[in-house]
Nanobody
Framework: QVQLVESGGGLVQPGGSLRLSCAAS????????MSWYRQALGKQRELVAR???????NYADSVEGRFTISRDNANNTVYLQMNSLKPEDTAVYYC??????????WGQGTQVTVSS
């Protein structure tokens, strides 16, 4: 079955950096768009970044120029490099793939907290 496992979250000071990883299994990874979403407390889940199978990327305006999404098709992993972090980046970050046969898959999420 399809599994997405995120890692790399934690507590970081404003201006700091973190790199999130999402390891995928159960899919032909290279064929699919991979996305990172985030959900802050009391807010709706929002798209952060997306990378297409050919490497093209999209970013939310709020993270453009600070975050970089990348993928390693040999290791079935998608990354989110987050630089110049701000308190408003605090959220649970989720990896996403799909739809695959009408199903969208999510990881369990990893908490990112930006605070001094």
């Amino acid at each position: 079955q399809v599994q997405l496992v995120e890692s790399g979250g934690g507590l970081v000071q404003p201006g700091g950096s973190l790199r999130l990883s999402c390891a995928a299994s159960g899919i032909i990874f290279r064929n699919y768009v991979m996305s990172w979403y985030r959900q802050a407390l009391g807010k709706q889940r929002e798209l952060v970044a997306r990378i297409f199978s050919g490497g093209r990327t999209n970013y939310a305006d709020s993270v453009e120029g600070r975050f970089t999404i990348s993928r390693d098709n040999a290791n079935n992993t998608v990354y989110l490099q987050m630089n110049s972090l701000k308190p408003e980046d605090t959220a649970v970050y989720y990896c996403n793939v799909g739809p695959i046969a009408t199903v969208i898959y999510w990881g369990q999420g990893t908490q990112v907290t930006v605070s001094s």
